[in-house]
């Protein structure tokens, strides 16, 4: 057993910072899409708009199903040619490993975010459609003034914690041979050859931020709770 | 579409025998691991509920650190790291393991550990679901605590938490795609390396992706069919599966 030296780490913090705000930003933009995307997608199941319903339904399926590294994998391979059919010459464009995790993360957690919403959506009583109805409201401002703030308050805790499992599933994008928190490590590691300090490391800066959040979800849980108590 | 499936490798097999190889290793994993997760699940997850406080203390940090840190960065500790941290002997041992092995075994514990982590937190809400009057009886009856939890507590709490446990299976074979990080060619390993070969990327992942998807659904029916084996009838604690849930939501890495 070789002895620890985790003075090592001062050197590597800036290099492992780096990667640290690019996870993070990867969580964050991920959240943003997934949302967006994932209301939309549970809207069109929830009105059950025929054939966009069923096509999103199966694309959740599919999603939910399958290894998320695959997912990385066909999407790396996928979006190229897509965008250029899309821009019509037909030639494939090479987008970078960097974009292709943007876009593979959001398109998958949007389907994850999407099943959340759509739970909320059911969760809700009928009478809030009809009141909302009765007063005259489109059918669009019914969801997004009535229907759509009180699923996202019912649903938040759930949200946070598939956002904490979002960040933790960041580091997948390893296979891509980015340089997020651990990607970061692992590259210091095969120069310094430290791979014992550096991924101790990593292990805890994940355990501290993902620990910080869970705590977070309890206290939004008990509000939840303690509201509808109260109402 | 398929046609490269049946082509001859390099060394004489079929790619389709390669994805089947594949196949086996995800499934291994996945079972096996599967029983790690289950057994230590419900160690930790009766632990969580007891009175002694030292057991319940160390039964959440379990849960804490498991839960907390990426399944992949946890890969990377058994495989790499704790071979370095062992005396000498045991180190150089796990590190010469041959291949495939010297990846199996980390993976397994790995997967095993982790998903525990999870199952140990439904066992919890399935036993504190569990109206208190069972324990007082079994209390009043004299059995004493671990035969209550033996023959009362746990076998209802289990029956209670089938649907949630559907989640944590599907979450298991999908996390076996993350041993091919540590060089074990699993489905997704052989899948990626028969389109590196072939240039058949397409086929190649859309055979990987129908097999998983065959998994998903068989893993499915299985817990559905144990779901309504299992199920107690007439108890009021099946109210608990009519609220909505989100199959999934706490899902493992995928």
Redesign the interface.
Known sequence: ??SLDFSILVQAWPYLWSGLLFSLSLTAAAFAIGMALGTVFALVQHAEVPILGQVVRGYIA?I????????L??FF?LVPIVLGHATGNGRPIPIGATWTAFITFGL?EAA?YS??IR?GL??LNKGQFEAAHALGLSRFMTYRLVILPQVIRV?SP?IL??T??LF??T??V??LSLTDL?GAA?KLAQLNGR??EM??F??VV??AI??AA?QAVVALRRKNTLMSLTR | MFDVLFERTSDGDLYIDWLLSGLGWTLALAFFGWWIAFGVGIAIGVGRTVRNRFIARASRLYVEVFRNIPVLVQMFLWYFVLPELLPGAIGNWLKQMPPPWGSFFPALICLGLYTAARIAEQVRAGIEALPKGQAEAAQALGVGVWRTYRLVIIPQALRLIVPSLTSEVMGIYKNTSVALTIGLLELTAQARQISEITFQTFAAFAAATVIYLALALCAYQLMMAIDKATRIPGNAQTAVRKTPRVPDADRAMA
């Open positions: 057993m070789s599919l939910r199903s399958i290894p998320l590294i695959l997912v994998f066909w391979f998958f994850y099943e959340i739970v059911r969760s649903v759930i914690s598939q904490i499992i933790q599933d580091s997948l390893y296979v651990l692992s791979l014992v991924y101790l990593v292990a994940y355990l993902c620990s869970s």
